[in-house]
């Protein structure tokens, strides 16, 4: 193993400088869940599969493994500043077979009375670009607001362009840039 760093920016967005945020209607058979306890599973099962093989499976090494992903939703959701009306599970029942699949989630935490910070957001690969992930982190922003949360960070990692385009379209700016070390196996 040999030891990495992973240049990540720390983004924040004013809630002040926004009205609510409008979460557009999503396309059929998806749905977006409000926070139980029943479904922590679901979390972390959305979690596993929108974060294997990613980058960010290397910045932080449980979010490859399935165990993982649940001790960390685990641990997010008894945290004392965990927000529930900020934490969105989305699924999709396919209409054949009427089954319903966890394929999405985030999770919100307050890290101070006006702060709050957002963790994980991830939509399973095969759903990504539909619009799906700007709607989940939309909906966890009003719930930030619901509870009178102003400004709201996350961080992520340089590479990741995808989701880093995703925040600055929604209005997060970048706060600093931050280097955050973790273990790789060595390339031989
Ligand atoms: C980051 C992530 C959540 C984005 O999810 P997503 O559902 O693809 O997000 P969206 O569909 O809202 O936006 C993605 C793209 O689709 C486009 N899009 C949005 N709505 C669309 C629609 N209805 N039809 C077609 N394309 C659409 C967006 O413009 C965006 O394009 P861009 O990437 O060129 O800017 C997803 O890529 C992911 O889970 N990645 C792995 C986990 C991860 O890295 N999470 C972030 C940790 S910080």
């Known amino acids: 193993m040999q030891v990495s760093y992973f240049k990540r920016y720390r983004m924040q967005i004013d809630l002040q400088e926004f009205g609510s945020f409008d979460v557009p209607e999503l396309p059929m058979g998806f749905a977006l869940h409000a926070w139980s ?6 979390h972390a099962h959305a ?6 093989n990613e980058i960010d499976c290397n910045v932080f090494p449980c979010l490859g ?8 939703m685990n641990e997010i959701s008894s945290r004392g500043g965990f927000v529930p009306e900020a934490t969105w599970l ?27 910070s957002i963790q994980n957001i991830g939509i399973v690969d ?3 670009g539909n619009g799906l992930g700007t709607a989940i982190v939309r909906q966890c922003l009003n719930g930030f607001q619901e509870v009178g949360v102003r400004f709201v960070t996350l961080e992520v990692t340089a590479n990741n362009s995808r989701a880093h385009r995703l925040y600055e379209r929604l209005g997060f700016k970048i706060l600093k840039v931050v280097f955050k070390s973790a ?3 060595s390339v031989l």
């Open 183 to 185: 273990e790789v196996p």
């Open 47 to 52: 979690k596993f599969l929108s974060f294997q």
């Open 37 to 42: 306890e029943s479904l922590i599973e679901a």
């Open 65 to 72: 493994d399935a165990d993982g992903c649940e001790r960390l």
């Open 126 to 128: 095969q759903f990504r």
């Open 90 to 116: 989305m699924t999709y029942t396919d209409p054949t077979t009427a089954r319903a699949q966890s394929i999405g989630t985030v999770q919100g935490i307050r890290e101070q009375k006006d702060v709050g």
